[in-house]
């Protein structure tokens, strides 16, 4: 068997200060309790200083998380408001389009607003966080208000030309209306001022006899022995027709309204009408006799007879009579 170790322990005390002595195997420690204190509150104050180094980078950790989180939310709010600039800008395009006329400013519109929606297009794929695109598509955006300002102060100045055209356009008619108004005015006056002058220079026959005579130039008695009608009438004075040689035309309606003693046709009223004799004279605008004849050469029968007498397309005179 193994002998016991032979162990001892002094402790003492020195002027207030401790120190304790353990002997072992011929072995001895002696600790300073006093130089142990300090090192225990040196060891404190380090472990201290490591707990508040550690606390105070957890609230760096958890302010930089919030400060994080926060430029998240911005960078979401200002994409946001990219989209709703890029949709603006848009509609506007559509809006300038719908103002025009002209072809080609259409189509570059057109353009520009596909160009948009592209840019649209990029930021819908484009990561809140990806802060170098978010900065390009911004620059896209003042690039495209420099250009949308510029299609928009062009439909300005066209849409103000053709205001201006159409105001114009408008009094151009209302003047070209105006002048259209007083020519039918006076083309009305003239026609009217023609037509009493027509009146006024249309000659008038008056005082119309008929005769109707026998072979022997006697008044015949009875229709059968009627072979020449002589009649006459008096054309009146009027200074406002012109002087000239005049045709007379005579035409003689049958009791059946057929022509009588056919010789031809003269114009009267866009019409042509059959009559019985003419005769030229030379008018001098004073009153004047005219006598005229026609030989019989067909049967006619008894009843009323009409004469009707023409000159310058106009009826200047009329008479019924009635052969028995």
């Not at 760096?60 to 709703?84: F, H």
């Not at 420099?146 to 066209?158: I, P």
Request: net charge neutral.
């Amino acid at each position: 068997m193994e002998q016991n170790e032979e162990k001892s322990v002094n402790i003492k005390g020195e002027n207030g200060n401790e120190s304790i002595s353990i002997s072992k195997d011929g072995k001895s420690v002696t600790i300073n309790k006093k130089k142990s204190s300090v090192a225990i509150v040196v060891l404190s104050f380090f472990l201290i200083l490591l707990l508040a180094a550690l606390g105070y980078a957890a609230y760096l950790l958890i302010n930089k998380d919030k400060e994080n989180q926060q430029l998240q939310e911005l960078a979401e709010l200002d994409k946001a408001e990219m989209k709703d600039q890029y949709k603006e800008f848009d509609m506007q395009y559509q809006e300038l389009q719908k103002q025009l006329s002209n072809d080609s400013l259409i189509a570059q519109i057109e353009n520009e607003r596909r160009h948009t929606q592209e840019l649209l297009e990029e930021l819908e794929r484009t990561k809140s966080t990806d802060a170098q695109e978010i900065t390009r598509l911004k620059k896209e955006i003042a690039s495209l208000r420099k250009v949308l300002r510029n299609y928009v102060m062009q439909v300005d100045s066209l849409n103000r030309l053709n205001q201006a055209l159409v105001t114009e356009n408008t009094q151009i008619k209302e003047e070209v209306q105006k002048a259209n108004t007083q020519i039918s005015n006076l083309s009305t006056e003239r026609n009217q001022l023609k037509d009493k002058v027509n009146i006024a220079a249309q000659l008038d026959a008056t005082g119309f006899w008929v005769k109707a005579n026998n072979k022997k130039g006697k008044e015949a008695k009875k229709v059968k022995d009627v072979k020449k009608l002589a009649f006459g009438f008096t054309i009146v004075k009027n200074v406002t027709a012109s002087n000239g040689q005049r045709i007379i035309y005579a035409r003689i309606l049958r009791p059946d309204n057929t022509v009588m003693g056919k010789k031809g046709t003269f114009d009267y009223e866009n019409t042509s009408l059959e009559f019985t004799e003419k005769k030229y004279i030379e008018y001098t605008g004073e009153e004047q006799t005219i006598t005229m004849y026609s030989d019989v050469e067909e049967f006619l029968e008894a009843g009323t007879y009409k004469l009707f007498i023409f000159c310058d397309g106009q009826m200047i005179g009329q008479k019924s009579f009635t052969l028995n």
